[in-house]
């Protein structure tokens, strides 16, 4: 059974920096994409960044280009957010996310994964 597990979240000060991490199990590194999302309070999700099954592309929201960066360990099975520069607007509740579409990272059409982590907080603020 595929499961994800995000850890990393926090309470961090503006301009700081937090490395999210979201550990699969239940299947093979690279067999699925994995997306990162984001809710906050009364606002709708949105989806963040994206790593395709390959690992050749990399999917930035516009929020968060220049200051995220999505990576994999494929050895621990484990997708990486780093999140620098972090401004008062990031925060929310990240979500990663998997999904076996070869296409998925071009929209990061949430509707389109298919197996869900529980969330980790992420706030900032001074």
């Known amino acids: 059974q595929l499961r994800l597990v995000e850890s990393g979240g926090g309470l961090v000060q503006p301009g700081g920096s937090l490395r999210l991490s979201c550990a699969g199990s239940?299947?093979?590194?690279?067999?699925?994409?994995i997306g990162w999302f984001r809710q906050a309070p009364g606002k709708e999700r949105e989806g963040v960044s994206c790593?395709?099954?390959?690992?050749?592309?990399?999917a930035y929201a516009d929020s968060a280009k220049g200051r995220f960066t999505i990576t994999r360990d494929n050895a621990k099975n484990t997708v990486f957010l780093q999140m620098n520069s972090l401004k008062p607007e990031d925060t929310a509740v990240y979500y990663c996310?998997?999904?076996?579409?070869?296409?998925?990272?071009?929209?990061?059409?949430?509707?389109?994964?298919?197996?869900w982590g529980q969330g980790t907080q992420v706030t900032v603020s001074s």
């Open positions: 239940g299947f093979t590194s690279g067999s699925y994409a």
């Open positions: 996310a998997a999904s076996r579409s070869l296409v998925v990272c071009r929209t990061l059409d949430a509707p389109r994964f298919d197996s």
């Open positions: 790593l395709s099954r390959t690992g050749s592309t990399a």
